[in-house]
């Protein structure tokens, strides 16, 4: 089985990435039109994450792009300007709070199912399921907790994993954001 985690790792590691956040009305046909301006101009979204916000009538997605801050700020310009649109930032450089979400499946041979669990309560990873061949464990953190997390992990043997991408929330709610993300 190919070790997807260690490409995934490379990319996301590299410098370049931006986290977007973008509050929509819960249209359909939104997030297609906005997802279309990036590959328009052939930039691939690495991480995209949608869901309902705490108004039900909006969604908030946030996506990390491989771009420079430019050319985001260029793109989310024109994300403002779609309809349904209610706020376009980028939260790369700003006070927020990111967080992701994965489950990962991991053998665990006989001898070395303690150590394994050791291991992970370092990481506060929680066993979802757990089988006489291996564990399912969910881990949520930083991206870079959670690629630590599968560095410990990859040496037993990683059979499955999925990763729900990147969330991104300012941390203070009665900022405003300038053209440039900054908090004012």
């Known amino acids: 089985m190919t070790d997807v ?5 490379k990319s996301e590691s590299s410098k370049g990435t931006r ?3 973008i509050l929509v009305e819960n249209r359909f046909g939104v997030l297609s039109r906005i997802a279309g301006l990036f590959s328009a101009r052939g930039y691939n979204i690495e ?10 009538g ?13 050319l985001a700020q260029q793109i989310l310009k ?15 450089d700003t006070n927020c709070v990111e967080r992701e979400l994965i489950l990962v499946r991991v053998r665990a041979p006989e001898g070395k199912r303690t150590t394994l669990l050791t291991e992970a309560e370092i990481f506060r990873a929680r066993v979802v399921t757990a089988t006489p061949e291996n564990y399912v464990f969910e881990v949520t953190g930083d991206s870079g907790k959670v690629e630590a ?13 999925v990763r729900t991408g990147k969330v991104a929330l300012h941390r203070n709610s009665t900022a405003k954001l300038t053209e440039k993300g900054e908090a004012v």
């Open 47 to 56: 991480s995209l994450t949608v869901a309902r916000s705490s108004d039900p």
């Open 19 to 21: 986290t977007l956040s």
């Open 58 to 70: 909006l969604s908030r997605i946030t996506m990390v792009v491989r771009c420079e801050p430019l």
């Open 5 to 9: 985690s260690s490409q995934f790792s």
């Open 78 to 92: 024109q994300v403002d300007k779609l309809p349904n649109t209610v706020e376009a930032v980028d939260l790369t």
């Open 149 to 161: 997390f599968l560095d410990v992990v990859r040496p037993y043997g990683i059979d499955e994993m």
